[in-house]
């Protein structure tokens, strides 16, 4: 089993910077793909940024050129670097993996329970 427990959220004005991170404990050792979710109110859950385990990455163009998204896997730990923060960035947001299971390269995705931000006017 993999556990993730994000902090670092919090209420934040507009053009402000926060960074997220996202702590792997447990089975860490066949985590493959980390994630970056978000849920705003009244929305559906939209993939901000992605991370392999090689390291490459990939973001939502909402986030391109004001997220970074990094890991340290020496520490098992998952980072969201954001700047120029919107309003329309509020949100939970929520750490995700998918874990290796076998060979033939089955997954499951594992959840936190997520971390709000709040960007105000």
């Known amino acids: 089993q993999v556990y993730l427990a994000e902090s670092g959220g919090g209420l934040v004005q507009a053009g402000g910077s926060l960074r997220l991170s996202c702590a792997a404990s447990?089975?860490?050792?066949?985590?493959?793909?980390m994630y970056w979710y978000r849920q705003a109110p009244g929305k559906q859950r939209e993939l901000v940024a992605t991370?392999?385990?090689?390291?490459?990455?990939n973001y939502a163009d909402s986030a391109k050129g004001r997220f970074t998204i990094s890991r340290d896997n020496t520490k098992n730990t998952l980072y969201l670097q954001m700047f120029s923060l919107k309003p329309e960035d509020t949100a939970v947001y929520y750490c995700?993996?998918?874990?290796?299971?076998?060979?033939?390269?089955?997954?499951?995705?594992?959840w936190g329970q997520g971390t709000q931000v709040t960007v105000s006017s």
């Open positions: 991370i392999t385990s090689g390291g490459s990455t």
């Open positions: 447990g089975r860490t050792f066949n985590i493959n793909t």
């Open positions: 995700a993996c998918t874990v290796v299971l076998n060979v033939e390269g089955a997954t499951r995705t594992h």
